[in-house]
């Protein structure tokens, strides 16, 4: 008798398959999946070898998440281009998850790289980073904006972009540099938004490409003025011109219970002597 011909038990065809025999008992009882002979002495089943590839096609489904019912339908019309069909729409939906996992892993090593900034930095230090371009979601803002307003800007945009939650993204504000020398330290302009799978430029902020002065500030907004000083102190002794915004993002708020200990990174794109 040919190899692939011989009967196997339904433990050992189960073991085959690396799943339980009660899988199998279970794929019979709905009709999914038959065993190819009953042992008429004990009415055990029986599978063979050709039945592999069928039972490997609807595990595959399974693990892909597709439902019985669907997998029922196609088993009653089996044919390349139905499982060509149904291979199609599960690799969309993993492209999808993908990309989601993709970007929930840079959020993390965003958070991460924050983490590792709390624990290293100096408050005092004010230096200077080099930075790759980065493209944000902008909202314009201006004193007159409140703040419920400004929730109702951030959320429009985190549902335009399909963000699932707040943690997906980094969020800030923005300040021009103009508006620093001219000692209008509350004149913020715009918030922004950091979403990790940004494929696109268009309609965007580009973050510039460059070399930052980099600063942070603890506490309350009250004293964030005389940080800033400090800082344009720093740029004209070391002979900078900062230009553009001044990009503002808290860094520790998971960690944190009160306004009081809250930290700002503050960055600068700078030109000059370096």
């Given at each position: 008798?040919?190899?692939k011909?011989?009967?196997?038990?339904?433990?050992?065809?189960?073991?085959?398959?690396?799943?339980?025999?009660?899988?199998?008992?279970?794929?019979?009882?709905?009709?999914?999946?038959?065993?190819?002979?009953?042992?008429?002495?004990?009415?055990?089943?029986?599978?063979?070898?050709?039945?592999?590839?069928?039972?490997?096609?609807?595990?595959?489904?399974?693990?892909?998440?597709?439902?019985?019912?669907?997998?029922?339908?196609?088993m009653?019309?089996r044919?390349?281009?139905?499982?060509?069909?149904?291979?199609?729409?599960?690799?969309a939906?993993?492209?999808?998850?993908?990309?989601?996992?993709?970007?929930?892993?840079?959020?993390?090593?965003?958070?991460r790289?924050?983490?590792?900034?709390?624990?290293?930095?100096?408050?005092?230090?004010?230096?200077?980073?080099?930075?790759?371009?980065?493209?944000?979601?902008?909202?314009?803002?201006?004193?007159?904006v409140?703040?419920?307003?400004e929730?109702?800007?951030?959320?429009?945009?985190?549902?335009?972009?399909?963000?699932?939650?707040?943690h997906?993204?980094?969020?800030?504000?923005?300040?021009?540099?103009?508006?620093?020398?001219?000692?209008?330290?509350?004149?913020?302009?715009?918030?922004?938004?950091?979403?990790?799978?940004?494929?696109?430029?268009?309609?965007?902020?580009?973050?510039?490409?460059g070399?930052?002065?980099r600063?942070?500030?603890?506490?309350?907004?009250?004293?964030?003025?005389?940080?800033?000083?400090?800082?344009?102190?720093?740029?004209?002794?070391k002979?900078?011109?900062?230009?553009?915004?001044?990009?503002?993002?808290?860094?520790?708020?998971?960690?944190?219970?009160?306004?009081?200990?809250?930290?700002?990174?503050?960055?600068?794109?700078?030109?000059?002597?370096?």
């Amino acid at each position: 008798m040919d190899e692939k011909n011989k009967l196997l038990t339904i433990g050992q065809f189960a073991a085959l398959h690396g799943i339980n025999k009660k899988t199998l008992m279970w794929y019979d009882e709905i009709g999914l999946f038959k065993p190819v002979a009953i042992n008429p002495e004990n009415g055990y089943r029986c599978y063979n070898y050709y039945q592999s590839p069928i039972l490997e096609t609807i595990l595959l489904l399974r693990e892909l998440d597709v439902s019985i019912p669907e997998i029922q339908d196609f088993m009653k019309n089996r044919s390349a281009q139905n499982l060509k069909y149904l291979l199609d729409e599960k690799i969309a939906e993993l492209d999808l998850q993908l990309l989601h996992l993709q970007a929930v892993r840079k959020t993390l090593s965003s958070h991460r790289q924050d983490m590792d900034t709390l624990l290293t930095m100096d408050l005092s230090e004010i230096c200077i980073v080099e930075k790759e371009e980065q493209c944000l979601v902008t909202v314009d803002i201006d004193k007159d904006v409140t703040f419920e307003r400004e929730v109702e800007l951030i959320t429009a945009e985190t549902a335009r972009y399909r963000l699932g939650r707040l943690h997906d993204a980094s969020y800030g504000s923005m300040i021009p540099v103009a508006s620093l020398h001219k000692g209008n330290f509350d004149d913020y302009t715009k918030l922004f938004i950091e979403i990790p799978r940004l494929g696109q430029k268009s309609g965007l902020h580009i973050q510039p490409k460059g070399n930052y002065l980099r600063a942070f500030h603890k506490g309350g907004w009250d004293q964030l003025p005389l940080r800033y000083q400090e800082i344009l102190t720093f740029a004209h002794g070391k002979g900078l011109t900062l230009s553009g915004y001044s990009y503002e993002k808290g860094i520790n708020e998971t960690v944190i219970d009160r306004v009081e200990d809250y930290i700002m990174q503050i960055e600068i794109p700078i030109s000059g002597i370096v």
